[in-house]
């Protein structure tokens, strides 16, 4: 009988231990989308010149730098009307899937909600490291660099 509780102990303390990671991993997740919103203050201030327009653009509070289309490659923009007619896509087994953000780059949102759009690169024998990431808010965000980093794209600048 003594190992029976033994045993049982130290699956109740398994169990207690599993269910306290997985709560840990919930407060550090929903934590990393606080500190976007909090950076709101960051985002208007750096991009001061473009405050008034930039309140309007859906994801100008994230944090990152604003950027006009009309200012990254010219391939971007060939990528945004795509986009906004639905296709059709060069690469139509990558464009329009989910972008998981694994790198967390962008804000801290449900599985689902980006999605992740080919920018070719001229002369590159593959897809290229060039991305326009979509939010189910009509954000858009631009990576010139496969999601080392990302910038805010102003559509209609």
């Known amino acids: ?23 840990v991993k919930d407060a550090v997740g929903g934590g990393s989308t606080s500190p976007s919103t909090s950076s709101s203050s960051t985002a208007g201030s ?8 930039s309140a309007a653009v859906p994801g100008a509070d994230s944090g990152l730098p604003l950027k006009a289309l009309s200012t990254l490659p010219s391939q971007a923009a060939d990528t945004w009307q795509l986009i906004e007619k ?7 087994r990558n464009d329009g899937v989910v972008f998981e953000n694994r790198e967390k780059r962008l804000p801290g949102k449900k599985s689902g909600y980006y999605h992740e759009y080919t920018v070719k690169t001229p002369g590159s024998p593959d897809r290229g490291a060039r991305r326009l990431i979509t939010g189910q808010a009509h954000e858009l965000y631009y990576t010139g660099d496969h999601y080392s980093s990302f910038v805010v794209v102003d559509p209609a600048r």
């Open 1 to 23: 009988m003594f190992n029976r509780r033994r045993i049982t102990a130290a699956l109740i303390g398994l169990l207690v231990l599993v269910l306290g990671g997985w709560l």
């Open 46 to 53: 750096s991009s001061s010149a473009p405050a008034k327009g």
């Open 86 to 92: 639905g296709g059709p896509f060069p690469y139509p």
